[in-house]
């Protein structure tokens, strides 16, 4: 994620940073194709380390299931996320959602959020926080609709509530801007879909997030499917 102000204090940002998990790279191992369904392996290298990834992608009646497992190292003990990103085309301006909300919430930041159907501008879900940083998040999500005036919308049914976000910045368009006139819109929107999200803590006034909101290394499985509507 795009440092918040907690891990740039707290001395997070600057470990991810030292570990390469801000400039992760990818390989595809391999491709396969077996009674319909579609296997994809890969690997993302970050200094020293590897991060295994598997995606099956099975057609489903209106769209396709893609189910993920990725597998941490022991030397990614405690990273900001793990799970999807995407983006789309232009033209989807409205969220749909049911999960917490309406305002923006997080892992440790998710009490009195209440679960129900929501709906916001996407230029609505962002947080314009003093400093350009990760904003904007809602958890709990178990399904989502993007829709606009004069395209097809998507829809994405979770295996299970999630942290979502939905923006039109790329976590290092975040990263990299210092004041927000500085950040330029992108036309579509960038889909975050989290098997696991750290906790925000309050490392710029207090202590860092509680041992139960951190990413642990090891195996992590999430599954979700993409349609039209």
Same mark, same amino acid.
């Given at each position: %994620?795009?440092?918040?102000?907690?891990?740039?204090?707290?001395?997070?940002?600057?470990?991810?940073?030292?570990?390469?998990?801000?400039?992760?790279?990818?390989?595809?191992?391999?491709?396969?194709?077996?009674?319909?369904r579609i296997t994809v392996e890969a690997v993302y290298t970050g200094g020293p380390?590897?991060?295994?990834?598997?995606?099956?992608? @099975?057609?489903?009646?209106?769209?396709?299931?893609?189910?993920?497992?990725?597998? =941490?190292?022991?030397?990614?003990?405690?990273?900001?996320?793990?799970?999807?990103?995407?983006?789309?085309?232009?033209? =989807?301006?409205?969220?749909?959602?049911?999960?917490?909300?309406?305002?923006?919430?997080?892992p440790d930041r998710a009490a009195g959020a209440p679960v129900g159907h929501h709906?916001?501008?996407?230029?609505?879900?962002? @947080?314009?926080?003093?400093?350009?940083?990760?904003?904007?998040?809602?958890?709990?999500?178990?399904?989502? @609709?993007?829709?606009?005036?004069?395209? !097809?919308?998507? !829809?994405?049914?979770?295996?299970?509530? !999630?942290?979502?976000?939905?923006?039109?910045? !790329?976590?290092?368009?975040?990263?990299?801007?210092?004041?927000?006139?500085?950040?330029?819109? %992108?036309?579509? $929107?960038?889909?975050? =879909?989290?098997?696991?999200?750290?906790?925000?803590?309050?490392?710029? $006034?207090?202590?860092?997030?509680?041992?139960?909101?951190?990413?642990?290394?090891?195996?992590?499985?999430?599954?979700?499917?993409?349609?039209?509507?």
């Amino acid at each position: %994620r795009a440092p918040t102000d907690n891990d740039e204090i707290g001395g997070m940002a600057r470990r991810w940073r030292d570990q390469g998990l801000d400039a992760l790279v990818r390989k595809v191992v391999s491709v396969r194709e077996r009674t319909g369904r579609i296997t994809v392996e890969a690997v993302y290298t970050g200094g020293p380390a590897v991060v295994r990834h598997r995606q099956v992608l @099975t057609p489903v009646e209106g769209g396709v299931r893609i189910d993920e497992e990725a597998e =941490l190292p022991q030397e990614f003990d405690d990273v900001a996320r793990v799970g999807t990103v995407f983006e789309t085309v232009a033209g =989807l301006d409205r969220v749909d959602w049911f999960g917490q909300g309406p305002w923006e919430s997080y892992p440790d930041r998710a009490a009195g959020a209440p679960v129900g159907h929501h709906t916001r501008l996407v230029d609505e879900l962002f @947080t314009p926080y003093l400093r350009p940083q990760e904003s904007g998040g809602r958890h709990g999500v178990r399904r989502f @609709t993007l829709s606009g005036p004069d395209t !097809r919308g998507l !829809r994405v049914t979770l295996d299970g509530p !999630r942290q979502v976000s939905v923006t039109r910045f !790329r976590a290092e368009d975040l990263t990299t801007a210092r004041h927000h006139d500085e950040l330029v819109p %992108r036309p579509g $929107c960038v889909i975050h =879909l989290d098997a696991a999200h750290r906790g925000l803590g309050t490392a710029s $006034c207090g202590p860092d997030t509680s041992p139960g909101y951190l990413v642990a290394p090891g195996v992590h499985r999430w599954s979700w499917t993409l349609g039209v509507v």
